[in-house]
């Protein structure tokens, strides 16, 4: 069984950088599938961020483009996120998905990790 | 303000249909047959109900099922049952790589 575990930290300050890990079992992440990320507020609801696949492909929000970076581990079987510039506007649950497509549909999702952006 | 359009809430009694919609555009909804609905339970991860406008995954249950006609995606759910109320949510695929969500519905079984 495919399982998705989020893991990085639940508070960061205004200007600086989010860094995200997602660790992935029950599946090689160097089988395929594309790899990714939503978040999740109150006030905007469900937000696709973007997506990698396993040979490092990258696909982002247009409206976020500019502020994302992500990046796969295969040897530790993880990707990651880096979202930089934040501002409370960024407070989200942050949800690790495995994808059919880059911008697909998200099979598979980890259970979250609240990020708080807060000096 | 989610690039997709969902009324906020619905309700209907067990045993009874509910219809959401799901509006956009000739550029997400309209133009692709790419048209997911998600199903979350307070405090959890959202699970896939629906993708591909229609297909169900295994495991979810033929009561639910979905559409498409013109922009607007509907998910209906038929002989509601108690633990179907949860929270909503369409997503389309609106090209060049570009996946956009609605802002979601609250279904209530009364």
């Known amino acids: 069984q495919v399982q998705l575990q989020e893991s990085g930290p639940g508070l960061v300050k205004p200007s600086e950088t989010l860094s995200l890990t997602c660790t992935v079992s029950?599946?090689?992440?160097?089988?395929?599938?594309?790899w990714g990320w939503i978040r999740q507020t109150p006030g905007r609801g469900l937000e696709w961020i973007g997506s990698?696949?396993?040979?490092?492909?990258?696909y982002f929000n247009p409206s976020l483009k500019s502020r994302v970076t992500m990046s796969v581990d295969t040897s530790k079987n993880q990707f990651s996120l880096k979202l930089k510039a934040l501002s409370a506007a960024d407070t989200a649950v942050y949800y690790c998905?495995?994808?059919?497509?880059?911008?697909?549909?998200?099979?598979?999702w980890g259970q979250g990790t609240l990020v708080t952006v807060s000096s | 303000q989610s690039a997709l359009t969902q009324p906020p809430s619905a309700s209907g009694s067990p045993g009874q249909s509910v219809t959401i919609s799901c509006t956009g555009t000739?550029?997400?909804?309209?133009?692709?047959?790419?048209v997911s609905w998600y199903q979350q339970h307070p405090g959890k991860a959202p699970k896939v109900m629906i993708y591909?406008?229609?297909r169900r995954p295994s495991g979810v249950p033929d009561r639910f099922s979905g559409s498409k006609s013109g922009n607007t995606a509907s998910l209906t759910v038929s002989g509601l049952q108690a633990e179907d109320e949860a929270d909503y949510y369409c997503?389309?695929?609106?090209?060049?790589?570009?996946?956009?969500f609605g802002g979601g519905t609250r279904l209530t079984v009364l």
């Open positions: 997503s389309s695929y609106a090209g060049s790589n570009n996946l956009v």
């Open positions: 990698i696949y396993y040979s490092g492909d990258t």
């Open positions: 000739s550029s997400d909804v309209g133009g692709y047959n790419y």
């Open positions: 591909e406008v229609s």
């Open positions: 998905s495995r994808f059919t497509s880059a911008a697909g549909f998200a099979a598979y």
């Open positions: 029950g599946y090689s992440i160097n089988s395929g599938h594309y």
